[in-house]
């Protein structure tokens, strides 16, 4: 057999059934198609089995009327009997291409097909070899796409051989790293690296590609520039057939943002953005760290609970932002104030926390507490004048108070609230006492709610007198609770609470119409023109839902004129006034409801607000009236303070009097009116009644009540 041009052509010594028998024989043991077309009738004269089981037919399905233009897709026919056409007419030398094939079932397979023109004794035909490149285009697809995810990657990519030593990378890792790739290649990897990592890093590195073929993990490079970066590297080794290793890939993911990202983000969560110290959070965790250590080494630490005495105070006088400038400042003057290895934190509002490493006495933490309480009540220069913050300190030590880092702050919590009840500016420290008090006052607190429907609250009066002629011309209404287990209670214990949960309100309401009542049956009974004071707390008289047309409603009702009843609030009350304070009290004052400044000379004692509130009574503090026998300062403010409330047409009261010698200096001094023991103690209004019954009395004969 001989060929020229393409054509087929046959030794004529060998017969047609022998040449037959040789196709056959070569073309039925051979694995690609092999197929015979006969153009002029449009059909397959022959097909092998590979190549009828190629597209999914029987064979004599193919042989049956089946055109090589059935299998070709539709967009190529034209371009395919274009190419049949001209290896025919011998303008093609062969038939070669790449193309689209369709099965039996509507599916495609990729092929490549060879054909010739053969010379039959009848016929002109194409002979043909078909290939199924299915795999091999899949293959050469996938390592086209391969090549263009390595060169288009926006992930750093380098390719080392078996040794680490780098063979190429793509231009992700020269947007990177700086370095281009005749910077890197024959370098080994791991000098790339900053100089964090020691030879056992690495050893485990490459012992872990060693036994799993992987390696993951964060890590610090340097840049062509020098400059370090935070990268997340995942290393993958490529085998050959015979498990030796081809190479290993490495991709690079650039994570210093993401790091410093996510480092902000820790902060703000663990840190007070204010001040900048630990958060409750984070301080909480770093105790019960402490702690851990603490038991570890058989030592101890203590906590100190702080929160700030009045701090509403400076932010309702000064302002928010002037009150955040004064936290900074205190967080400063704490962290001054301890070692570096104690922690100090905010745990929010104006409470702060300090751990004391090692403190497990009271001779330790005592030194500590009066450094803080001293440094705290220096002067600091804030909205144009000088501020004094001071603070009440509660402290609880581990392990001997709690061995739970939750119960240690709530211990070291209790405690402060214990010095607050000391004073301004002191510490206490935790005793299972303090524990018993506070389980106490959770009791008050949840009895407290329904105190008013069970009918458990009591008026209490106590006369005020006129100092000159002892006429009781008024008394102060004061509440008290009789509780069925633990029996009468005094404000002091219940109010505070009761201002926290907002019970305050309708605490107060009852309050005033309770008195309002029994001054209305006292005016009718005994005294026309007698007087009943009521106490309103700063949380009760800024609520909106204090509303004064609601008062002199009650009062008409009664039908008792606004002089009948006197308001006392007190002087912090004056002095950080909102606007909607002011307007109550003007309307108050505009139905003829007197008021009174209660505690007068120990807060801010401002005459522009007592003038500017139209003030009716001042009253002078207790503290002032105790000592006014023997301490001649206090002898001088009660003088002072009598004077400038006369030439501001105002009347004042003394409280506390409890002495005859207290009686007749007031005398002296001009006072005006007196409460006291002297006179009498807090009456129930049944006995109160007695008193109004009698005759009008001197001090010295009400003192007897």
Known sequence: MSSAAGQLYFNPIVNSEQLEAMFRGLAENVVVGI???????????????????????????????????????????????????????????????????????????????????????????????????????????????????????????????????????????????GYVLDDVIGRRLDSLSSERYDQEFYRQVWASMAKSGQWQGEVKSRRKNGEEHTERLTLNTSYNDDGSVRCCVVLFCEISQQKKSEAQLWRQIHFDLLTDLPNRKLFQETLEAKMLRALESDSGLAVLYMDLDDFKAVNDALGHAYGDEALKLVAARLKGCVRQSDIVGRLGGDEFCVIIDGATTEEQTDRICKKITRALAEPCVLGGGAVSVTCSIGVAFYPVDALRADDLLNNASMAMNAAKQLGCNQYSYFTPGIREEAHLRHMLMRDLSNARGQRQFRLYYQPIVDMQSGRMLKAEALLRWLHPEHGLISPDDFLPFAEDSGLIISIGDWVFNEAARQVAQWRTLYVSDFRVSVNVSPAQFQAPSLRPTDWLASLQRLGLPGESVVIEITEKLIMNAAASVGEKLLQFRDAGVRVAVDDFGTGYSSLTYLKKFDIDYIKIDRSFVNNLATNLDDRAVCEAIIMMAHKLGMKVVAEGVETAEQCKLLVEMGCDLGQGYLFSRPLTSERFTELLRGPLATPEQVQTH
């Open 35 to 177: 197929y015979v077309f006969e153009p002029r009738i449009d059909s397959f004269i022959y097909v092998n089995n590979t190549l009828a089981k190629m597209f999914g037919y029987k064979r004599q399905e193919m042989l049956s009327g089946l055109s090589l233009f059935d299998l070709v897709a539709i967009n190529d026919v034209d371009q395919v009997r274009d190419k049949i056409t001209r290896v025919l007419s011998g303008d093609l030398p062969q038939l070669h291409y790449e193309r689209k094939a369709r099965c039996k079932n509507g599916e495609y397979i990729d092929i490549e097909v060879f054909g010739a023109r053969m010379v039959l004794e009848r016929c002109t035909a194409v002979v043909g070899v078909v290939l199924d490149i299915t795999r091999r285009r899949k293959a050469e697809d996938a390592v086209q796409l391969t090549s263009l995810v390595y060169q288009h990657s926006s992930e750093a990519m380098v390719v080392t051989d078996a040794n680490g030593v780098i063979i190429t990378v793509n231009p992700a890792f020269t947007d990177t790293t």
